[in-house]
């Protein structure tokens, strides 16, 4: 049978243009995502590849947009599908970019990708979490119907690690999963930072030097490429906007290029009192640079930029001369049912929840996470450790010069981000001969002058990451970053310094481990875990610490969710989520530093048997049923003297339905609540999304929550009945329509189509009130 094509014009699809103006010469890019066949080879049936290659895909095959996963999982991951799998897509040249250099761009496409157009082998590109980038001149037709075909293989490999999937501690899904870009180049241009393979990569490499508050050096090379035929006059525009596009500076240079070469083109500037990017002030200025030949505009590139001077020593991080501690977590990509295969938007908001739950600093364990979520946290103040893929598996010659040309593809990849705090070129919690840790030293000093590598192995890398279970003893010469914590220690009970009063706990009621519908006595339990174990990590000199994890997310070698997270896979917040809040300081003109106050309890008779509340206040003042129970300063035990802001804990206890409310009072004012109320029946739906601050658009993910709730609107958190989804609209569920409620909430994963127009979903239950939402695309 014929795939099912869908002829697509480069013209017609989502553009990036890069230059302005009638020239048959400017460079543009494009969105390559809609329009492609996929067909997943599930069988030991006979396929025959000469016919796939060409795109004749068999009557199994789909018709998807990128990104896009292998196959749709169930939330809890027993068996992720490994194997073949192949895409297509028919395209046709556009006039304008007729007589250019065309390339397509993989943002990551997992793990062995093979690449043919019109039957001809391109490339075999290995590695799943990085780019690649494939010139298609010689290989498209300008005038017809072209056909492009991607095999993918994400089975164990050797080469790439980590480890086999059925032993790994986290999944590697398939497909792929970011964004295809189609890009046509003027005979001269800007190269692409990878694809340009030479030492400190091609692109444009923006650094700044002598950062005050007075002056910044802007330090700007640029690797320009000629491909005609004859050698070129350049001119090369330079030009700082700030963030309300007002021009700060401009800066012209001109060069020769001869033909059929490239030439870097350097140039400094000095920015006078430039606003600095930091954690709490993310500042981005654009750098507009612009590239005439023959009098014409023939590319042009915008890239953020923010101005900021780091420097990390044993006496701790000083960014733009402040001494700052950095709290963070770490953060695993995956998202319910689709694995990896995640929108811009939906990346977007990751991001977004981590700023908003109290973090300046996301650790990106343990591989390059997305440059859509780079440009996130260059946006909202979040400093990342960038990594290279690694867990437990040190491999042969071929997986160290892969491990290798991944550090110097991410270190390209992501320089000019100002997010970014060190290089991981260490492979996790895995052996390294000397050697190797040596030449990752080299590989970043070559691509990136003046940056910082971090590794587990001590005094190999310039900072020392130490995951609190392997801490033996402080050692203060050495800088350090708490990797890890608050998880293994308490699950292994091997690390926590109070655990031997715990004798009345559990086993399975100790551990961090602890699922949102684990109920109230376990979600204070992880919540007080982690407490200890951060106002422990603030008893050493480390800059940085980050909790594991931000998500709870599947593993291959286990049969159910690791239940770490402070929030679940599904992005709901556990008790923890509100402690880590609560440790950011009031900033009234702060988004993320607004006063709060959150009452981490349900409220049941012969549950509730104290009120712990999280707040950033100086004092809280707790109501039981309009009667004052009191208003006390925060908590002062042994898990609180380092601690910016300790809970409050009220002795009082719920022996019967009532409603606690709380008041945050900060500098003598009342400045916050919340309340609960003991829930009732459930009697209602009540459906919600969490939008981060981001519409929902076109071909976008979205979790919509349908929240069980009593006639008062109390949520009731051990409800289980079985919600019907219905959707009106350009929109697909990802996941079954019907769906059990679990913690008293159930869950749909919704993608959006290409059209615009309202998406309506109605939830209902036989013995519930339906509840209803909207969206406008």
Request: proline residues 4%.
């Amino acid at each position: 049978m014929k795939p099912i094509k869908l002829l697509f014009s480069v013209v017609s699809a989502l553009a990036i243009v890069s230059c302005v103006g009638n020239t048959s010469y400017c460079s543009n890019q494009y969105l390559f995502n809609e329009g492609w066949s996929f067909f997943r080879v599930d069988s030991s049936i006979h396929l025959d590849e000469s016919k796939l290659i060409e795109g004749d895909f068999p009557p199994q095959a789909e018709s998807v947009t990128l990104p896009h996963t292998v196959r749709i999982e169930p939330l809890v991951v027993n068996n992720q599908w490994q194997g073949i799998s192949y895409y297509s897509k028919s395209f046709q040249i556009s006039k304008n970019d007729k007589n250019k250099s065309l390339f397509l761009k993989f943002e990551g496409a997992m793990t062995v990708a093979d690449v043919w157009i019109n039957g001809k082998h391109i490339t075999t590109h290995v590695g799943g979490f990085l780019p690649f980038t494939i010139n298609i001149d010689k290989a498209v037709k300008p005038d017809s119907n072209n056909i492009l075909v991607v095999k993918l293989d994400n089975r164990d490999n050797p080469t790439t690690g980590p480890r086999p999937l059925k032993e790994l501690d986290f999944n590697t899904y398939g497909g792929i999963y970011r964004n295809v870009w189609f890009i046509a180049k003027a005979p001269v241009h800007i190269s692409d930072p990878i694809y340009a393979n030479k030492e400190g990569g091609g692109g444009i490499y923006i650094k700044t030097k002598n950062v005050t508050k007075a002056s910044a050096l802007i330090d700007i090379k640029t690797n320009l490429v000629n491909n005609s035929t004859k050698a070129k006059e350049v001119k090369l525009i330079h030009t700082l906007l700030d963030e309300k596009d007002n021009e700060v500076w401009n800066q012209k240079s001109s060069s020769l290029i001869s033909a059929d070469t490239d030439k870097d083109i350097a140039v400094q500037t000095v920015v006078s009192e430039p606003k600095l990017w930091s954690p709490d002030t993310p500042y981005l200025y654009k750098v507009v640079t612009e590239v005439y030949s023959d009098g014409q505009l023939v590319d042009k590139e915008i890239n953020s930029l923010g101005i900021r001077d780091i420097n990390i020593s044993a006496n701790g991080l000083y960014l733009n001369g402040n001494k700052l501690f950095l709290r963070g977590v770490n953060r695993h990509q995956e998202y319910p049912y689709v694995g990896y295969a995640l929108s811009d938007e939906a990346q977007y908001r990751d991001a977004y929840l981590i700023k908003k739950a109290g973090f300046d600093y996301v650790r990106a364990s343990h591989y390059p996470h997305s440059p859509a979520f780079l440009k996130a946290c260059d946006k909202l103040g979040l400093f990342v450790l960038d990594a290279i893929l690694g867990w437990q598996y040190f491999g042969d010659s071929l997986f160290v010069e892969h491990a290798k040309t991944s550090a110097r593809e991410l270190i390209r990849r992501d320089r000019n981000h100002p997010c970014i705090l060190a290089w991981e070129l260490s492979i996790n919690e895995t052996p390294m001969p000397e050697d190797f840790m040596q030449e990752m030293n080299a590989i970043r000093t070559e691509e990136a002058p003046g940056t910082n590598t971090a590794g587990w192995i001590k005094d190999k890398y310039d900072i020392y990451i130490e995951a609190r279970q392997h801490r033996k003893e402080v050692d203060f010469s050495v800088p350090l970053i708490v990797s890890e914590y608050g998880d293994w220690e308490y699950y292994a009970q091997n690390a926590g310094f109070n655990q031997n009063e715990w004798s009345n706990l559990l086993e399975e009621e100790r551990n961090s481990r602890q699922s949102r519908e684990s109920g109230e006595k376990r979600m204070l339990q992880q919540a007080l875990n982690i407490q200890e174990a951060h106002n422990d990590n603030r008893s050493t000199h480390a800059f940085a610490d980050g909790y594991w994890s931000m998500f709870d997310y599947n593993r291959g070698y286990a049969d159910d969710i690791e239940y770490s997270g402070i929030m679940d896979i599904c992005r709901l917040p556990k008790f923890s989520y509100f402690f880590f809040q609560s440790q950011r300081d009031i900033d009234v003109n702060n988004e993320f530093a607004q006063p709060m106050v959150k009452i981490a309890s349900y409220w049941k008779p012969g549950e509730s048997k104290y009120a712990r509340i999280y707040s950033n206040c100086d004092e809280v003042e707790l109501y039981l049923n309009n009667f004052l129970v009191g208003r006390k300063m925060p908590d002062v035990d042994y898990s609180t003297s380092n601690l910016n802001h300790p809970p409050f804990t009220f002795d009082v206890e719920c022996t019967s339905p009532g409603k606690l409310k709380a008041f945050g009072y900060y500098k003598g004012k009342r400045v916050c609540s919340d309340s609960i109320r003991t829930p009732e029946k459930a009697r209602k739906i009540k459906l919600l999304a969490n939008t981060c601050g981001i519409a929902l658009k076109n071909n976008d993910l979205m979790l919509i929550y349908a929240q069980i709730q009593d006639s008062n609107g109390s949520f009731v958190a051990n409800a289980t009945d079985v919600i019907d989804f219905i959707i009106e609209g350009d929109g697909i569920i990802i996941n079954t329509k019907e769906t059990k409620t679990i913690g008293g909430v159930a869950l749909i994963l919704l993608k959006t189509g290409n059209t615009h127009g309202e998406i309506i979903i109605t939830a209902k239950s036989p013995k519930l009130k339906s509840g209803t939402i909207k969206f406008s695309i």
